[in-house]
């Protein structure tokens, strides 16, 4: 069963690119301002050599087990598109264009839904009833491939046949730095099943990449009629709506636990310029 991922590339990275930000010497022939997703950084225990954001995520997605990233451009999203076809062309990453008649930059919800429109009107989602899973991941996130591999290989599979429909990691190791404007689990996570589950849970950050199967995607679009514009507010009703108990909870929702994939699983949301510093500083 192959598994797709959707990179959210339309933001402008205004918070990254003021305050703190520097230059760095880009590839030949490129020139600032350029888009976020393709800032050079390096990562740690991959070699010195600085390349975008967008290509380690790529190749940690492909390694992983995904079979085509879907990249939703914007803000720039030219530069985006030219890198993903002259660099990225024979590795099954394709840029999807800002939708007409969605603003994608209202926020990533209007981001989603534009690909999801997109691949609606190309035939990649060919009917409501599609049974795939999809990785949907901000474009700054350095992820380890076990991570991908977690969600998107044979553990998926048997994800998938329990009935599972949306996957989410969350960080949990002892002894782990994690930066407070990270997403917590608690605000995916529908209060009445707080008491289901360890009471520590709910306040584990969420690890940006989380496999969703299409049909909460589809019904989490529905959101922008009722100006709703964080993916995680409508996904919290979703969930409220459709797991009708704390006994059903684990079948629909499964939390996976980052000390599951590791003492050495890494990832690092690339959201400020301190950020991509505190990470290479880690070599």
Partial sequence: MPTDAIVLAAGEGARFFGTGFEERPLPPGWEYPVPKALFPVSVPGAGAERRPMLEHLVKSLHEGGVETVWIAT?????????????????????????????????????????????????????????????????ADLIIDRKAVWYMAGNPARGMMASRSRVHVIVENRPNVAIKGVHTRLDSIFPPRFHQAVDPAMPGWPVVPL??????VLMGAIDGIARGRTKFAEVLADWLDTNIRDEHEFRFEVNVIQS????????WYDLDTMDAVRAMEGQA
């Fill in 210 to 215: 989380v496999a969703v199967h299409v049909d």
């Fill in 74 to 138: 914007g803000h720039l999203g030219e530069k985006v598109d030219a890198f993903v076809r002259e660099a990225l062309g024979g590795s099954n990453a394709r840029a999807i264009p800002p939708h007409p008649s969605i603003d994608h930059r209202k926020g990533p919800l209007y981001t989603l839904a534009g690909a999801l429109d997109y691949l609606n009107e190309n035939g990649v989602l060919s009917s409501q009833g599609f049974d795939k899973m999809v990785m949907l991941s901000p």
């Fill in 259 to 266: 000390i599951f994939l590791g003492d050495k699983f890494y």
